[in-house]
């Protein structure tokens, strides 16, 4: 009888200890004291910060640039009059032309100088704005945040005009635009052509926010979303082929599920 009793009290405080030793485990793990404890640091797994997005993209926009600039070069390759000019010295008749170049014409017409070149400037100036972090979500907005986005835009716009009428893969040097004897290298796209695609940005933002936006509203078509977004916004479409994107992709309004 001694002996149950004996090993009944034991029992008891014994449970009473365990109890009383799991109410005193905290609801989650706490951080300890290493000097306390003595657990070696390379036990000890700190929360590591989700991976910050850089600014700017720059290997995103190098390389869609000069998926523009090829593609535009081998449309030039279809010409009999580029072909005609591909050989001579390189160096030398490429900085020839480039020294030739003067007046405001280059011989082109109303349409190329005024739309084709700034249309494909607003395809450079997009490239810049979908590789930039901020920029990408701007819609159409009378604030600086937005201005001074697309002035970046313009920016990069102009050194991809400079490039093609007079860099290392240019009009100039290949096919020798330009070249002495002729009128064909002018001051007009060098001038023109960045700032008109600025301005081709701003409209198809404006028209991808008032009007474009308003008519997907109103209709339950994808496809017919999917045409306005090309119709109203060529630019862009045109740059999100180069990020091998959908043409009616938006970074800031997802047109369907697979987005």
Same mark, same amino acid.
């Given at each position: 009888?001694? %002996? ?15 109890? #009383? ?7 989650? !793990?706490?951080?300890?004291?290493? /000097?306390?404890?003595?657990?070696? /640091?390379?036990?000890?797994? !700190?929360? #590591? @910060?989700?991976? +910050? ?24 390759? %279809? #010409?009999?009059? =580029? ?12 900085? /020839? ?20 070149? !700034?249309?494909?400037?607003?395809? @450079?100036?997009?490239?810049? &704005? #979908?590789?930039?972090?901020?920029? $990408?979500? *701007? ?10 986005? $697309? ?10 005009? &400079? ?5 290392? &893969? ?8 330009? $070249?002495?004897? =002729? ?18 940005? %701003? ?27 090309? *119709? ?21 309004? !997802?047109?369907?599920? +697979?987005?």
């Amino acid at each position: 009888m001694k %002996v149950c009793l004996t090993l009944f009290s034991v029992s008891a405080l014994i449970g009473t200890g365990w109890t #009383q030793a799991l109410e005193d485990l905290p609801d989650a !793990p706490q951080p300890q004291d290493n /000097a306390s404890n003595g657990i070696p /640091a390379m036990y000890l797994r !700190p929360v #590591q @910060a989700p991976p +910050t997005e850089p600014a700017f993209h720059w290997k995103g926009a190098t390389t869609q640039t000069f998926g523009l600039l090829v593609a535009e070069q081998s449309f030039r390759m %279809v #010409q009999q009059k =580029t072909r005609d000019h591909l050989d001579g010295r390189f160096f030398a008749d490429w900085f /020839a032309c480039v020294e030739n170049l003067h007046g405001w014409s280059d011989g082109d017409s109303m349409f190329t100088n005024y739309v084709s070149h !700034p249309l494909h400037s607003a395809v @450079a100036g997009y490239i810049e &704005i #979908q590789n930039d972090s901020q920029g $990408r979500y *701007l819609q159409f907005d009378n604030s600086e945040r937005y201005w001074m986005s $697309r002035l970046r835009a313009l920016g990069w716009a102009e050194l991809y005009e &400079i490039q093609w009428h007079l860099g290392p &893969i240019s009009e100039a040097s290949i096919g020798h635009v330009g $070249r002495p004897g =002729t009128h064909t290298l002018g001051y007009v796209n060098l001038v023109t052509s960045a700032p008109g695609g600025f301005g081709l940005i %701003v409209f198809e933002d404006w028209l991808d926010k008032r009007v474009v936006e308003s008519r997907e509203a109103r209709t339950n078509s994808l496809n017919t979303r999917r045409v306005y977004r090309m *119709l109203f916004c060529p630019g862009r479409a045109i740059a999100n082929l180069l990020r091998a994107r959908k043409p009616w992709y938006r970074d800031y309004r !997802p047109i369907d599920w +697979t987005e």
